[in-house]
């Protein structure tokens, strides 16, 4: 069946640049690189419009004798990355990178003049050691460089931008960023995407692999989003501040929720425990709050039975066995400590016994000994022993004091034998009496620990039913809470989808934003694809679709890549007409990934080449590094300008190797 005409011809690329431009309000007119002050490395001119940096990949045809060159490793990102340091960004380079730049060129910097609303902004960033980093309004750069110059912190320059073009307004609809932060870092971000995203995605700005210092990494897709319509006029103040109370409400169901879940787990295992503690049937028990009387009932049945009071007067019998146990060990002690006391003593009256008896006999012989004393001096005159020599015998006991003293002795040797022998008659006396003591006191304490573990079993059994009861009172609250749970879940759920609603309705509202960019985006995937191509940019509520369709739904890696540069530039046609928050500025580092074709990779450079006469005079300005081959016509200046190889060295954008 032959295809039926199309006979609605869609409209080409229309752009409309807001009244009273003859320029753009932002863009950067030259960028140059110093080995030292004073020593001009590069010294790069840039222009509104159309500006390549081109490094050929084999033979070069703009050179006449076709000389093979290496276009890649010759400094494209390099010089993406300087330029987006000068215009604020905290890195220029990734870290190993940034170390042997520094150490090459300790005095090293690097600056731009940026042209701001027709002022002109000189900028200067350090490379190595020295922490220059300034910026003049209508100052001379070179004389900035050199330090000639009085100069102001790059601080200011970057809040020129903030209040200028983005507007604080904006930059508070952006996610995560707190009260005074910048969101030109955020914008920034996104007009001069990282090589290392390889134009993956409308969303994919900055790549961790690029060791940039940017807050978007740490973005999620849809923080990223709100970020790109804050950019796009395509978020309100209103729905900014509803969609941050729905995510409020929502974290606070999914609290409630998870709360909800633990006390509803909490109370089914309560109950598990409480049925087979109380030994209730199957069946018995219901779900949900039928259980709660049911099991309560249970559990107060089960202490009731456990508090009854017990045959006899229980407190009086343990305190009664309690009062004899202290006796019966009185009396085993006090048995004990005579024992003890007697088995002491005997030995040491026995010894005592044994040393009077051993004086007693001394004495006698003394007593014999006095009875028949003779004088010692050889002179039997009683008078003269007594006067002159015999003072011994005049000095010592008569023979009836020691009689009296042995007498004495006697008497103590017999106290001490009558005591031994009552200490060992009592000390037989004591050995049974202490084995009946002990038995008493046995029996008395297993009579007494009976009576406390009979006591103890019956208040073990009651503080058991004591606790069902508590937990069966526990398990009522978990379940009222979990029901009370679950009525709040019900009541945020209806207050999100009412918000959610209005949320939406917000966002539609919008629509005529995302129905601007495809008027601009449809137009230009037909001339990089042909008549027969089309293309849509719809914001719903599962995200930003960005779609191509050229006999279906496409979706490879070149149209992936196309989708993004058609993307970028429809953005930037808004931001000629005024239309954005964003300025009509595009770095694009080698954009020509998975096999983008070389004729619509051509193609996209006439459409920006297109643009340029749209006013006169270009209101934008984009700048586009490659290795593959510009369209011939634009293979010189004003269009190329910057050209680099990878070899030789001199050829490189630092003109040497790292």
């Known amino acids: 069946m032959p295809r039926q005409l199309d006979l609605i011809k869609k409209p080409d690329l229309v752009v409309v640049p807001e009244a009273g431009q003859t320029e753009p309000r932002f863009w950067v007119r030259r960028l140059v690189i110093w080995q030292e002050p004073g020593k001009v490395l590069r010294d790069i001119p840039l222009r509104p419009g159309l500006n390549i940096v081109w490094s050929p990949d084999g033979i070069d045809p703009s050179e006449p004798d076709g000389v093979a060159t290496i276009g890649h490793g010759s400094g494209k990102t390099l010089f993406c990355r300087l330029l987006r340091y000068c215009l604020g960004e905290d890195r220029f380079a990734p870290k190993e990178q940034r170390d042997l730049i520094g150490e090459t060129f300790i005095n090293g910097i690097v600056g731009a003049e940026v042209i701001l609303n027709g002022n002109c902004w000189a900028i200067v960033r350090s490379l190595g050691a020295n922490k220059m980093h300034d910026a003049v309004l209508n100052g001379d750069l070179d004389a900035l460089a050199s330090s000639q110059s009085q100069s102001t912190k790059i601080d200011a320059f970057l809040d020129a931008v903030e209040s200028s073009i983005i507007t604080s307004a904006v930059s508070s609809l952006i996610p995560k960023l707190k009260e005074g932060q910048r969101g030109w870092p955020i914008a920034l971000a996104w007009l001069t995407r990282d090589q290392e995203c390889r134009f993956n995605d409308v969303l994919g700005w900055r790549s961790s692999e690029s060791d940039s210092d940017s807050l978007v990494r740490s973005f999620s ?85 456990a508090a009854k009071v017990p045959s006899g007067n229980e407190p009086t019998d343990i305190d009664a066995a309690r009062s004899e146990l202290d006796a019966a060990e009185d009396e085993k002690r006090k048995l004990s400590e005579e024992l003890v006391s007697i088995d002491a003593q005997v030995p040491i009256i026995q010894r005592l016994i044994s040393n009077i008896d051993g004086e007693v006999s001394a004495l006698s012989y003394r007593e014999v000994e006095a009875k028949s004393a003779v004088c010692t001096s050889g002179d039997p005159s009683v008078d003269k022993i007594l006067s002159e020599n015999c003072k011994r015998l005049r000095n010592a006991p008569s023979a009836a004091d020691i009689e009296k003293e042995r007498q004495a002795k006697e008497g103590d040797l017999t106290k001490e034998k009558e005591l031994l022998s009552g200490l060992k008659v009592r000390l037989n006396e004591i050995k049974p009496l202490q084995a009946v003591a002990i038995q008493k006191y046995e029996r008395i304490r297993s009579r007494l620990f009976s009576l406390e573990a009979s006591r103890d079993a019956r208040e073990t059994q009651w503080y058991i039913a004591r606790r069902l009861l508590d937990d069966a009172v526990r398990f009522g609250d978990w379940q009222q809470q979990h029901n009370e749970a679950v009525e709040t879940v019900r009541g945020l759920t209806k207050t999100l989808d009412d918000k959610r609603e209005k949320a939406n309705l917000l966002r539609d509202k919008q629509a005529k934003v995302f129905y601007s960019l495809t008027e601009k985006f449809d137009p230009i995937v037909r001339r990089l694809l042909g008549g027969e191509a089309e293309g849509k940019v719809i914001l719903d509520g599962k995200g930003l679709h960005v779609t191509i369709n050229k006999g279906g739904n496409r979706s490879t890696a070149a149209i992936d890549s196309l989708k993004v540069l058609s993307f970028d530039i429809s953005a930037l046609c808004l931001s000629i007409e005024g239309k954005t928050c964003a300025p009509a500025f595009l770095l694009h580092d080698s954009p020509r990934e998975a096999d983008l074709g070389e004729s619509i990779y051509h193609e996209l450079f006439r459409l920006i080449r297109s643009l340029e006469d749209v006013n006169g005079s270009p209101l934008f300005q984009y700048i586009v590094t490659t290795t593959s081959n510009p369209p011939a016509e634009f293979q010189k200046a004003p269009w190329v300008c910057l050209k680099l190889m990878g070899t030789p060295a001199e050829g490189r954008l630092l003109q040497r190797d790292l």
Request: aromatic share 2%; charged share 40%.
């Open 221 to 305: 897709a849809s923080e990223t989003l709100d970020a790109l319509r804050a950019f796009l006029k395509a978020i309100t103040a209103e729905e900014n501040a509803l969609r941050a109370e729905i995510a409020s409400l929502s974290e606070e169901k999914r609290a409630v929720e998870q709360e909800s879940n633990h006390k509803a787990w909490a109370a089914e295992k309560a109950k598990a425990r409480l049925i087979k503690e109380l030994k209730l049937p199957d069946g018995v028990v219901a779900d949900g709050d039928m259980a709660i009387d049911v099991l309560r009932k249970a559990a107060e049945d089960k202490l009731a039975e």
